[in-house]
């Protein structure tokens, strides 16, 4: 994830709906074959944020899409599309962060989590992978919403996971590649509850699907702790991990159905290597 490591005052812009107007969002049929966003448990559908006035769930940007949940004011996941063939190698130079007007403000955890401490405004959709297109500009800003963010530890946010998502761009600028990528928390009863009222996940997920040189499909899912990371939210050193894991896995911790992606996963393949410790990129198993 990209991340924002300056703990201090930033700057908020507002903005209304009508903004949001020409924003495709996550497309489905973006590879091959369709690859539908998740769906989200009966059990859970009551927490899905709705957007003003609307029967609608799905948050649209430019080349991505978040939906969002109540209870926890975080996202239950994001679904970014990536051209490995356009990628804009856009530097950064926002430094202001928005909330998104078309659903409830209280919906959306804001800078207050964020003040006098080391958690970073860790972007779910990494601020690159949407930057394509004839409006990658408006993609790169996008990315800057708190609906778009998840409150990690600086260590997770700036290592190891980061390492991931840099070896997933890479080989999707390198071998021109279009790649979905699924992201979001793990949302637990017995996280953090940070200043009174925010609870902060200890676990993040990510599901990757890819169109393979040989044309074939290849979907993997990763899982990083920063349980060890946190204590009372005094941070302490402590050793973080990521995982390559079964999709089945990600379904049963986050309680979404995704589909066949299952069949096309490498794991699943794999009895002996239900969960695979990834330390170095030839650890990922494609």
């Known amino acids: 994830m990209d991340t924002d490591i300056y703990n201090k005052e930033i700057k908020i812009i507002e903005l209304d709906s009508d ?8 497309d489905p049929s973006f590879l091959e074959q369709e690859v539908l966003r998740p769906s989200i448990s009966d059990t859970l559908i009551d927490d899905v944020v709705k957007l003003k006035n609307s029967n609608k769930e799905e948050l649209k940007y430019t080349n991505f899409s978040v939906v969002m949940s109540k209870s ?3 996202a239950f996941y994001t679904a970014v599309n990536i051209d490995g063939s356009k990628l804009e190698p856009l530097d950064r130079n926002n430094d202001a962060w928005y909330y998104d007007p078309r659903i409830e403000k209280k919906f959306q955890y804001g800078p207050e989590v964020y003040f006098n ?3 970073d405004r860790g972007h779910l959709v990494r601020r690159l992978d949407p930057v394509w297109g004839p409006n990658f500009k408006e993609a790169n800003e996008d990315t800057f919403h708190f609906s778009n963010c998840s409150p990690q530890h600086k260590n997770l946010n700036q290592k190891t ?8 761009l890479r080989n999707s600028d390198l071998y021109n590649l279009k790649v979905n990528v699924f992201t979001g928390p793990i949302f637990n009863e017995n996280d953090l509850l940070y200043r009174g009222k925010y609870l902060i996940p200890f ?4 599901v990757v699907t890819i169109i393979k040189t040989d044309g074939s499909i290849s979907s993997t899912a990763y899982l990083q702790t920063q349980k060890q990371l946190i204590e009372n939210l005094k941070f302490i050193f402590g050793e973080y991990k990521t ?6 896995k990600i379904e049963s911790l986050t309680k979404m159905n995704f589909g066949y992606l299952r069949e096309f996963d490498p794991l699943s393949k794999r009895k002996a290597i239900p969960i695979n410790l990834i330390n170095t990129e030839s650890d990922i198993i494609l």
């Open 161 to 168: 996971w980061l390492g991931l998502e840099d070896y997933i």
């Open 72 to 74: 926890r004011g975080l």
């Open 117 to 119: 401490n080391d958690l």
């Open 203 to 206: 676990e993040f997920w990510k």
């Open 243 to 248: 995982y390559q894991v079964s999709i089945t």
């Open 19 to 26: 903004t949001y107007e020409n924003r495709n969002g996550y």
